[in-house]
């Protein structure tokens, strides 16, 4: 079990920047791998980014060259830098883990999530 709490939403105008920083607690971090997913109203969860445990990371072709997913094992802490922010990046942000090695671009695969944390992205 693993419980996970995300922090660094906001509202920041477009072209913008945030930092989104998920930690965990319970078991060991280095045994996760890691997710970043987000849902705008309306819409269903979608796969942003994510990082396995030994640091290989995947994007969605909307993230890419845009958003940054990093872990730190030692704070038992994963981030998203989201930079050019788009209004269209608007959601609720969430953090995940998976106990296997292999990332699957799919919400319904991930194991535990955090509560998620608001990121409004103005014109």
């Known amino acids: 079990q693993v419980q996970l709490v995300e922090s660094g939403g906001g509202l920041v105008q477009a072209g913008g920047s945030l930092r989104l920083s998920c930690a965990a607690s319970?078991?060991?971090?280095?045994?996760?791998?890691m997710g970043w997913f987000r849902q705008a109203p309306g819409k269903e969860r979608e796969f942003v980014a994510a990082?396995?445990?030994?640091?290989?990371?995947t994007y969605a072709d909307s993230a890419k060259g845009r958003f940054t997913i990093s872990r730190d094992n030692a704070k038992n802490t994963v981030y998203l830098q989201m930079n050019s922010l788009r209004p269209e990046d608007t959601a609720v942000y969430y953090c995940?883990?998976?106990?296997?090695?292999?990332?699957?671009?799919?919400?319904?695969?991930?194991?535990?999530w955090g509560q998620g944390t608001q990121v409004t992205v103005s014109s």
């Open positions: 995940a883990a998976r106990t296997s090695p292999v990332i699957i671009a799919k919400a319904l695969f991930w194991n535990y």
């Open positions: 319970g078991r060991t971090f280095s045994d996760y791998s």
């Open positions: 990082i396995t445990r030994s640091g290989s990371s």
